[in-house]
């Protein structure tokens, strides 16, 4: 089956942190493979921007060395005709007035500004653009995440962003809505008669989401000691996906809509506080192991000093207060350093009200819709069937298992294609409203404040494994546990 590429209007893509892993990693590469399915306009341009003192010439030289496995030398080639570098401090005048005259050079062009930096860059990288007037005709602006690190902090960010760019410019970006699985939750509930009946408290038992990484923290240690697991993973990406999953049917796809009924999942939230935290939450930090088919160090290892009492791990029990969820347990988990690079969503059914079988016939499990984001993406429903043939009635639990690549035969583009070119086109459904982020970080900030007055460390766990054993007791204390397919 062929993919369907929709045209875009030509553009300029400024990375703001071209030089830094995300634009190497995942921006560039996303670019160059939109650039090889002829995705992108004769005439647009890609700009990196960061302090490194580099020219074009240099940039590219990296790019071609970062670059060479995506595509083959030809394209390449061509696509960094494209590419260009402007080195730049955003706390600093010099060459600001050059690259405001090279972008001015093509006004027609719908300008994006990537802020791939530090957060704390922001505002002093939207309050140039706006000097310079960049921020005028077809602008937008991209930010990653973390938007800060507490409600504080974003909302002074979301302030300064907003001085420069209206909110119909802004783009917070959440890689994870990008995911084929995650906007494949929306076909599958809103484009199938047979779940939306059964979605609520009266037919789910729980749900469990799981993003668990072989990856340890290696040279991101500096950014990541000052964020750890639950704001660098929990209050955005995983919270986004609870959202998918708990949202009301929104009156369409347009925008507003989608994120007005995440919004009401976010406030609706029940709160972890001092009160509750040490029952509801787990924090761990790897130590050396076994992982990613190697010895590798500790989390402190890797760190200069080697102190610090930042997560790589959390578990914790989430709940959402509405008729539709009440009582219904959302187990999150996420870690750096586990067995398995997974990510996925299990819907749990209730069981049967009453078992007609024997016990000799086996046991009766619960029906389990399970969503796999990665590796592998696909969904499978876990269903009860007879075991086929003579020797009387045994129940076998059985996947109905649909991997995308093999039904439909297409490689799924990565996460950041398909969203850098929805910000081209100006759609900003996958992407965070400011409201969302805010009420993201009013849930998350007690969270924080409750592990720091506890003064206690995060549970040890050895790499390559699932975690402390205490994220395993906290879905078990219930009765339940963690999906074992994943593991
Ligand atoms: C990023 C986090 O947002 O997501 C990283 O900052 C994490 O720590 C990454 O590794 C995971 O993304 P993916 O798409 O590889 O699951």
Known sequence: MTANFAPVEAFDLVIFGGTGDLAYRKLLPALLRRHADGQIPAGSRIVGVAREALDDAGYRKQLQAALADVADAKTLEAFLQQVGYRSLDARKDAGWDAFAEMIGEQPEHVRVFYLSTSPELFVDICGRL????????KARVVLEKPIGRNLASANQINDAVGQVFDESQTFRIDHYLGKETVQNLLALRFGNALFEPLWNNGHIDHVQITVAETVGVGHRAGYYDHAGALRDMVQNHMLQLLCMVAMEPPS?????????????VLNSLTPVDDSNAAQLTVRGQYRAGNADGQHVPGYLDELKDGKSNTETFVALKA????????????????????????????????????????????????????????????????????????????????????????????????????????????????FMRRDEVEAAWRWADPILAAWAAS????????????????????????GRTWNEDSE
């Open 130 to 137: 706006g000097h310079y007037r960049l921020n005028e005709g």
């Open 252 to 264: 369409s796809l347009a925008p507003d809509a989608v994120r007005d009924e995440k919004l009401k």
């Open 319 to 430: 709940g959402i207060a509405n008729w539709r969820w009440a009582g219904v347990p959302f187990y999150l988990r996420t870690g750096k350093r586990l067995p398995n690079r997974v990510s996925e969503i299990v819907v749990a059914f209730k069981p049967v009200p009453h078992s007609i079988f024997d016990s000799s016939a086996g046991t009766l499990a619960q029906n389990r819709l399970v969503l796999r984001l990665q590796p592998d993406e696909g969904v499978k429903l876990w269903l009860t069937i007879k075991h086929p043939g003579p020797g009387g009635l045994r129940l076998r639990h059985v996947p109905l298992d649909m991997s995308f690549a093999e039904a439909f035969g297409v490689q799924q583009p990565d996460a950041y294609e398909r969203l850098l070119l929805d910000v081209v086109r100006g759609n900003p459904t996958l």
């Open 455 to 478: 003064g206690e460390p995060p549970r040890p766990y050895t790499a390559g494994t699932w975690g402390p054993s205490a994220s395993v007791a906290l879905i078990e204390r219930d």
